[in-house]
């Protein structure tokens, strides 16, 4: 696609349950990662991906936090038992191999924990 | 530990040239910096990055000193639109490269009429 797209926009959800948010790289971009943005703060690193090797987890705010990428394309990101403080914009980015253009976002999904 | 120092905010008039300030004194030499900016609302965007030489793209120039301890970021014709939070980051570059990209809290710019 011509950028990347993350799904849902927006998400609403109860504390204590599971969500999965969607991110969808732009095509042949085999770096991976994702972001989250409390209100008011800059972006938090949560996790990397690049072609086959082992994931960079370790922004991972705790162990209800996962991530995975399927077929070296589109990456989920799940938070099981929600809490209110994970709320927050959950941004990816995709690049290139090397990198050197930088990072291309996407618009982020909205995370609102109730 | 975003190793970047930024201003908090900065104003500028509509037209003019916009300077960003940066230092990252502790910078190492396989460490490159990178501009991205984030206009409200959106995910962030790259604008620029460079080693040592200056740099210029459609976009704004990077001016980065002799002993890269800091740099700049020009965007030589400010309009209402280039209102964002700048950021400054350093990120080596080579076979062990992560990949992060740390984001520190940035520069917020006000561009006004």
């Known amino acids: 696609g011509a950028g990347v797209s993350q799904s849902p926009s927006n998400k609403v959800t109860e504390k204590g349950k599971d969500v999965e948010l969607r991110c969808d790289p732009i095509?042949?971009?085999?770096?991976l990662y994702w972001y989250r943005q409390s209100l008011g703060q800059g972006l938090e690193f949560l996790i990397y991906?690049?072609?086959?090797?082992?994931?960079?987890k370790s922004g991972l705010p705790s162990d209800r936090f996962s991530a995975e990428r399927t077929g070296g394309s589109v990456s989920t990101l799940t938070i099981q038992r929600t809490q209110q403080e994970d709320s927050a914009v959950y941004l990816c980015?995709?690049?290139?191999?090397?990198?050197?253009?930088?990072?291309?976002f996407g618009s982020g999904t909205r995370l609102t924990v109730v | 530990d975003a190793k970047t120092t930024q201003p908090p905010s900065m104003d500028c008039a509509e037209g003019r040239a916009a300077n960003l300030p940066c230092n990252h004194s502790?910078?190492?030499?396989?460490?490159?910096v990178y501009w991205y900016r984030q206009i409200h609302s959106q995910g962030p965007q790259y604008i620029i990055h460079?080693?040592?030489n200056n740099e210029t793209n459609e976009m704004a120039s990077l001016i980065i000193t002799e002993d890269r301890k800091s740099s700049t970021l020009i965007l030589p014709h400010a309009t209402l639109r280039d209102t964002a939070v700048y950021y400054c980051?350093?990120?080596?570059?080579?076979?062990?490269?992560?990949?992060?990209?740390?984001f520190g809290q940035g520069t917020t710019l006000q561009v006004k009429p």
């Open positions: 980015a995709s690049s290139l191999d090397r990198a050197w253009d930088g990072y291309t």
């Open positions: 095509s042949g971009h085999t770096a």
């Open positions: 991906f690049q072609g086959n090797s082992a994931p960079d």
């Open positions: 502790t910078i190492s030499g396989n460490e490159y």
């Open positions: 460079g080693l040592k």
């Open positions: 980051i350093v990120r080596p570059h080579g076979s062990s490269n992560t990949g992060k990209l740390i």
